[in-house]
């Protein structure tokens, strides 16, 4: 009986721990992109708060030279426009240039957010990028963009509260999946 206390304290601990991985500092140096996966659109058309974090603290880090562009992912949800054209509308009024900014407005998820991104221009695949996320979500966005550009980091945007712990849960539960898929793939 006792160790079936163990998993659900199991999987707590891992949605703490990827927080906690997701809220180290960003990493120095340059990259050739900043990407900003996708995050719910509201029915009025406005993005998510968590589409607006990630977005915000993608713009900062390219004011502080961390890369020349941001590319801003995800497709169409339940409602419009596109995640990448909300996301895009706050790095707009943020004051990025058009020509910054990359717009890949077709995935649904965040396997698809790596490799459409990668496919945008013919060069993307040697590029470094660095990921701006949910905390919680860094580890897996680091792990999938890793498959498409020579070389990928994650960051988490600066949180509202501690720990966003209905995400973090929902995200162990994605990371599980991610593994069962390579391993029947394997």
């Known amino acids: ?22 809220m180290r500092p960003a990493p120095e140096g340059r990259f050739d992109a900043l990407v900003v996966p996708g995050c719910a659109v509201r029915e009025d058309g406005t993005a998510s708060n968590a589409l607006r974090r990630r977005t915000l ?8 030279g961390a890369a020349p562009r941001l590319v801003l992912t995800g497709g169409h ?71 498409h550009f020579k070389s990928a980091t994650s960051v988490g945007s600066k949180p509202t509260s501690k720990l966003r712990f209905r995400g973090a849960i929902r995200e162990v539960a994605a990371i599980g999946s991610m593994f069962a898929k390579q391993t029947l793939n394997a």
């Open 57 to 64: 603290h993608a713009v900062e880090l390219w004011r502080q």
């Open 77 to 147: 949800g339940r409602f419009p426009p596109s995640e990448a054209e909300a996301a895009a509308a706050i790095a707009r009024e943020a004051g990025m240039p058009d020509g910054a900014l990359l717009l890949e407005s077709r995935s649904t998820t965040t396997a698809e957010n790596a490799a459409f991104a990668a496919a945008l221009r013919s060069d993307a695949a040697e590029w470094s990028v660095m990921v701006v996320t949910d905390g919680y979500h860094a580890w897996r966005c680091r792990h999938l963009f890793r498959r």
């Open 1 to 22: 009986m006792t160790w079936l206390l163990l998993i659900p304290l199991a999987w707590i601990g891992l949605a703490i721990a990827l927080d906690r991985f997701g």
